[in-house]
């Protein structure tokens, strides 16, 4: 088995992503690799979660960075990787914040979930994780929401 020093795993929270995180988990494991965590918070067009109240789209957005990183402690703490774990949040385009970190940290491995989109919307703006695999400085393992 190829060793793994640094695996990225960007997390956004949906069951795809998480069954992406456990994979990678097992692979640090397996390998004694770190495993870093990123969560990206893209720019905000219109604000599609009103509970915040009155606020300007950077104060959303801030909020959403601070609920970000609590949630990805969170994760972290359950992971029991014994100190093996960073988390970051990013601000930004999801696809170029993963490839700018992974050269940042020399990611080994990036390992993301992928959502299979088809149809014209996939056509004209591709996926994150496609636009991941195009651009990335290390090999990517995408895994489908139906991957065991």
């Avoid at 960007?10 to 097992?26: C, G, K, N, Q, R």
């Avoid at 965590?37 to 300007?56: K, N, Q, R, W």
């Avoid at 988390?87 to 992928?114: H, Y």
């Amino acid at each position: 088995m190829p060793r793994w020093d640094t695996v990225l795993c960007p997390v956004d929270f949906s069951e795809v992503s998480l069954h992406a995180l456990h994979y990678a988990t097992d692979l640090c494991r397996e390998c004694g690799g770190h495993l870093a965590l990123l969560h990206v918070v893209e720019p905000i067009v219109a604000p599609s979660d009103f509970s915040f109240g009155p606020m300007t789209l950077t104060e959303v957005e801030d909020t959403l960075v601070q609920r970000a990183r609590s949630a990805l402690e969170e994760t972290a703490a359950k992971l029991a990787l014994s100190g093996k774990v960073s988390t970051a949040v990013a601000r930004g385009r999801a696809s170029e914040e993963i490839v700018r970190t992974a050269r940042e940290t020399k990611a080994s491995l990036i390992v993301i979930g992928t959502h299979g989109h088809t149809g014209i919307s996939h056509v004209l703006l591709g996926s994150t994780a496609e636009r991941v695999v195009r651009k990335a400085p290390c090999p990517v393992l995408t895994l489908r929401p139906d991957a065991g």
